[in-house]
């Protein structure tokens, strides 16, 4: 859903969506897939690269998208072989109508378990792509997709690495990087996309992540920090100046169910 190629500007005084954590993505959607879509973008550049040679051999595997945005990962997904690809987005400006192996559900993904698409069925793949920061019970949300994975099935989960919050924050408000990255509780600032919406967070550090994790059951077996190569850099110097200023891009994690024997509450 969210992608890292915007910095935070200063909150002004306009509605924010803090109550409802789908709203800003609704007014959102459209500016972020035209963003998304630039060829300098950091999903073109280095996150979704990295994030299909995590998702490794799909050909004949189920496919579950928590947040797919206008779906069109997953119809690259589907086009690769993957058997069955189901997409939750809240938007549901879908880029493909449903076919065999494509279904796109205008949802609200926190929901995801409750729909006939989704219920009853397992999945070699969970994907959470820069749309956690949605999920109204993080660690319930886990735990729900760790039910539907197969044996041998993963989630892959992204977020935007937390420093870069902490930098943004600190630069805006001439305060330090450390308090930034430990205070806690909720922070605002007007989105890059759409001037006219405010959009409000809660503050996360990497052991915040890691605990979150752990809560739900499932363990890290692989994590990745994708950066511009020499070759992006060179040609997208504007690019690699401000990704070097903010520490900016994402972390993607593979992350499996403990043994199936242990108990979670």
Request: glycine share 8%; proline share 4%.
């Amino acid at each position: 859903m969210t992608t890292s190629d915007q910095p935070l500007s200063t909150p002004a005084a306009m509605p924010t969506h803090a109550g409802d954590a789908s709203k800003p993505w609704n007014d959102l959607a459209s500016g972020y897939e035209r963003a998304r879509s630039r060829a300098d973008s950091l999903d073109n550049l280095v996150e979704w690269p990295a994030q299909r040679a995590m998702l490794g051999d799909i050909d004949g595997m189920s496919v579950l998208d928590l947040g797919c945005g206008n779906g069109e990962k997953l119809v690259r997904l589907a086009g690769e072989g993957a058997r069955r690809c189901v997409g939750v987005d809240i938007s549901g400006e879908f880029v493909a109508g449903p076919s065999e192996r494509l279904d796109l559900v205008s949802a609200d993904f926190n929901d995801f378990d409750a729909l006939p698409q989704v219920a009853g069925q397992q999945f070699d793949r969970i994907l959470f792509l820069q749309s956690f920061g949605y999920a109204k019970d993080p660690v319930g949300i886990l735990k729900r997709a760790r039910a539907r994975l197969t044996d041998d099935g993963f989630i892959l989960l992204t977020r935007t690495q937390p420093i870069r919050y902490a930098l943004e924050r600190a630069e805006a408000n001439s305060t330090l990087v450390g308090d930034e990255y430990f205070a806690s509780g909720a922070f605002s600032y007007v989105s890059g996309w759409d001037s006219q919406v405010t959009m409000t967070k809660q503050r996360y550090t990497i052991s915040n992540l890691i605990n979150t994790f752990a809560q739900a059951g499932l363990w890290i077996e692989a994590a990745v920090e994708p950066h511009l190569s020499e070759e992006q850099k060179r040609e997208f110097p504007d690019k690699h100046a401000w990704a070097n200023r903010y520490l900016a891009g994402i972390i993607v994690f593979k992350l499996r169910s403990l043994a199936r024997d242990i108990a979670f509450a």
